[in-house]
């Protein structure tokens, strides 16, 4: 889920999967996602009636007079990524592990706004091709209104690998035509064939402590790691290698030292399981110290069994791509070229670190990073620049080996 802050990303998720995903105290009192969200949906079919009245979550269909037991088609799981610019690249580190994307745009607003735009491009550089657009919040427009804004959207998107991309009308506050919503999800992004022989790894979105204050140490759980498989498989009672893992000191330096644990429990569609595999978001109980966990300490960190996982880049050596305009800014400011010793805002598969520019060559760029990263070389790596008090999006590079 991503758009513009505001437009109804939160509540839409809420509406389809009811579950509410902000949580974060700040979040509450805001009004706004600061943290990816997650939550899981079923979607299924009642066999009686017609498409797309005919698509639902619920067990029975709840059509006038119908009352059938309904079909699963198939489990979802959404991410509910923040739109408000300063949390861009929180938004970045949600996209990276996407299969494909809701954009949504507000029918009472005139689009673009700066980080739909922003989104959109995001959403490009990170490779996501299936797209649905939703214009929500038609309940609050007239007809003639909600078709002016459907005019604005096709303008915005027009030249765009979203060109063709469905536009879905919806009030997900007053849950209108959420059955015509899943029915363009089920025939633009489609289950993507999974990696599921290859080496395990996932990448980590979110980490924390769920011990309440006052938990007994003998009662006390492991740290909690949240996420999605990329590719190959995990099971209960594997050991695993985190990277690129804790911090350490060592002759006046600092490095990052791979944490060695063991899954203890796995996660999905809010029942526990044997085993994941890629596809859908899990949370993978561990018997780390909660303590190493806590407040998203481990966010960005990859996993995968001792030994095979990518190598831990303390500098990258990329290709560098630069966009001809700055995204989100309201002004139209060409993107200038890189300078030597400037600091970027880098996204890395979950991960967001800061880099600075060491070196400049014909096309390549060495940026030194604050915070190591895991990747494998031609890995996308997604390039913000300080613009006044905001991270702007200028561009993307590929880690050269």
């Known amino acids: ?73 198939r489990k979802v799981s959404f991410v509910d990524a923040p739109g408000h610019e300063s949390l861009m690249a929180t938004m970045l580190s949600g996209a990276a592990i996407m299969d494909g994307a809701l954009l949504l745009i507000a029918a009472n607003e005139k689009c673009p706004q700066p980080q739909t735009r922003e989104h959109l491009m995001a959403l490009q550089i990170v490779g996501i091709k299936n797209v649905v657009i939703v214009q929500n919040k038609i309940d609050l427009v007239t007809e003639e209104e909600a078709a002016g804004n459907y005019r604005q959207i096709r303008e915005f998107v027009k030249g765009t690998p979203y060109e063709t991309a469905p536009v879905v009308p919806i ?14 999800i089920q025939g633009t992004i489609p289950t993507p064939a999974r990696k599921s022989e290859a080496e395990p790894m996932m990448l980590v979105a979110r980490s924390f402590d769920v011990n309440r204050p006052g938990t007994l140490p003998e009662k006390m759980q492991g740290g909690v790691l949240g996420g999605t498989v990329k590719q190959g498989a995990f099971a209960v009672d594997q050991g695993i290698e985190i990277r690129p893992g804790r911090r350490a000191e060592k002759a006046g330096k600092s490095l990052w030292i791979p944490i060695e644990t063991r899954i203890v ?35 960005g960190t990859v996993v995968g069994l001792s030994g095979r996982l990518p190598p831990v880049w303390y500098e990258l050596k990329t290709e560098v791509h630069l966009l001809e305009r700055v995204v989100g800014a309201k002004d139209n400011l060409v993107v200038e070229p890189l300078k030597a010793g400037e600091t970027l805002m880098l996204n890395v598969n979950s991960s967001a670190t800061v880099g600075i520019v060491a070196e400049l060559k014909k096309g390549t760029a060495l940026l030194r990073l604050k915070l190591p990263v895991c990747a494998e070389a031609g890995s996308r790596v997604t390039l913000s620049r300080l613009l006044g008090s905001r991270w702007r999006l200028i561009g993307y590079g590929i880690i050269k080996a």
């Open 1 to 73: 889920m991503v758009g513009h802050v505001d437009h109804g990303k939160t509540t839409l998720v809420e509406a389809i999967t009811g579950r509410w995903t902000d949580t974060h105290s700040e979040e509450i009192k805001r009004g706004i996602t600061i943290r990816l969200g997650y939550a899981d949906a079923e979607f299924r079919k009642c066999p009686k009636c017609p498409e797309p009245t005919c698509y639902t979550t619920k067990d029975i269909c709840g059509n006038s007079g119908c009352g059938e037991k309904t079909v699963l088609v």
């Open 171 to 184: 009030s997900a506050q007053r849950r209108i035509n959420i059955d015509v919503l899943i029915e363009a």
């Open 265 to 299: 429990g796995l996660v999905t569609g809010g029942a526990s399981v044997k085993a994941v595999s890629p596809g859908g978001s899990i949370g993978m109980l561990t018997s780390l110290d909660p303590g190493v966990v806590k407040a998203d300490a481990l966010a």
